[in-house]
């Protein structure tokens, strides 16, 4: 009795491993298939188009595999506008496409081997060349800014009712499209995440970035008493842009400071949670932008490690703390063509480049030093 005991124990255990067994094999087989014939459509870009268009295109990944080369022009559908595209603008996003990390992402959807996707670019500025039979928001000649996959290029096609909206008249075009990305990111983070009130007191780490001079002006506008950190070179930039105080990073550390925030937005993640948290008032809010800066690493990295855990604590202490990343839409988009329309938000551009050196562009990005935007000219 006690001999047959013991064998069904035994006998589950080897049932057991051996359905781990091929559960694995089973995924490495998938991942294997799956990983070698991942393809996409850059068999399409090589055929002569009749209707040609210039764009930046990728048919692996990396830098050095970017192209400038002609391609077909879209055609707009019933509910879509066609738009020549006169500036786009470069985000941390569009890096993190064009390099394939950190390389979850791959497994996600964007391509195992190869770009699933092989237009690039988000953010835009244009003039409305077409629109399809049912729209009755824009018409042909309207100037209008947003974010559409493919940005990068002469041409590009959105829904009437996504994330389009008229440009003020008072900016450029390479100012609004600067804004669609980091002015959203920025807007929805103080406004949905820190829930920022008029008197309150807020951090904004990495205030001369693209996100961050966003964030100080919409925090001005906001009434709230903002504080924002940034290196030496750029605190008059940072003051002017309507922050009550700056800190030199290089100098100072805000995490030993005896002042308490109610509201951090941090861009860059580059201290504890632990040491935020210090000077994060009990009822505060911590809201990490997109898991960091540019360099992340190349699987999971620290800046997505650091939301996870964010998030964590965040069940376990009176603060609020997370992560968010920009829902692009056309309300949100209005409400920062008003703030630019009235004076209260005015974009900042690092540099600019032509759309033939994007290479150039992303590489300077990826340095981690850029002041507010970097903008590509399109036409």
């Not at 009749?50 to 764009?55: D, E, F, L, V």
């Not at 964007?110 to 237009?119: H, I, M």
């Not at 965040?314 to 692009?328: H, I, P, T």
Request: with cysteine; charged share 20%; net charge positive.
């Amino acid at each position: 009795m006690n001999d047959k005991a013991k064998i069904k124990p035994q006998r589950w255990k080897r049932i057991l491993k051996w359905t781990v067994a091929v559960i694995l094999i089973a995924l490495i087989a998938w991942f294997e298939i799956a990983y070698w014939t991942s393809t996409n459509d850059c068999q399409l870009h090589s055929a002569a188009p009749t209707n040609p268009m210039k764009a930046i295109v990728y048919c692996d990944y990396g830098v050095s595999n970017l192209k400038f080369q002609e391609i077909e022009k879209p055609t707009p559908a019933d509910d879509q506008l066609l738009i020549k595209v006169h500036a786009a603008s470069v985000n941390p996003l569009d890096w993190h496409f064009i390099e394939g990390t950190p390389y979850f992402m791959r497994a996600m959807g964007v391509g195992l081997r190869k770009p699933k996707d092989t237009r690039l670019g988000v953010d835009f500025s244009g003039t409305v060349e077409a629109v399809g039979k049912n729209v009755t928001k824009f018409k042909p000649g309207d100037e209008v800014f947003g974010g559409r996959t493919g940005a990068f290029g002469e041409y590009v096609c959105v829904r009437e009712a996504r994330a389009v909206a008229m440009k003020p008249a008072n900016v450029t075009f390479d100012q609004a499209a600067s804004v669609p990305i980091a002015g959203i990111t920025a807007l929805q983070g103080l406004r949905d995440k820190g829930k920022v009130q008029p008197g309150q007191k807020v951090l904004i780490i990495g205030a001369s970035g693209g996100v961050g001079t966003f964030a100080v002006q919409i925090a001005r506008s906001m009434g709230a008493d903002v504080t924002g950190v940034c290196s030496t070179r750029n605190l008059d930039m940072v003051r002017t842009l309507g922050a009550d105080h700056v800190i030199d990073y290089t100098k100072e550390d805000f995490t030993k400071s005896e002042q308490r925030y109610d509201v951090i937005l941090d861009n860059v993640a580059n201290h504890s949670l632990s040491e935020c948290r210090r000077v994060l008032n009990p009822d505060g809010k911590y809201v990490l932008i997109g898991g960091g800066g540019v360099n992340e690493g190349r699987w999971l990295g620290p800046g997505l490690t650091h939301a996870v855990k964010a998030m964590f604590l965040s069940k376990f202490v009176s603060q609020k703390m997370g992560m968010m990343l920009a829902e692009l839409n056309q309300k949100d988009l209005t409400a920062l063509a008003d703030l630019m329309q009235s004076g209260k938000v005015t974009p900042v551009i690092d540099r600019t480049y032509k759309l033939s050196e994007l290479p150039q562009a992303i590489e300077y990005l990826e340095q981690g030093h850029a002041r507010g935007k970097v903008v590509v000219n399109v036409d």
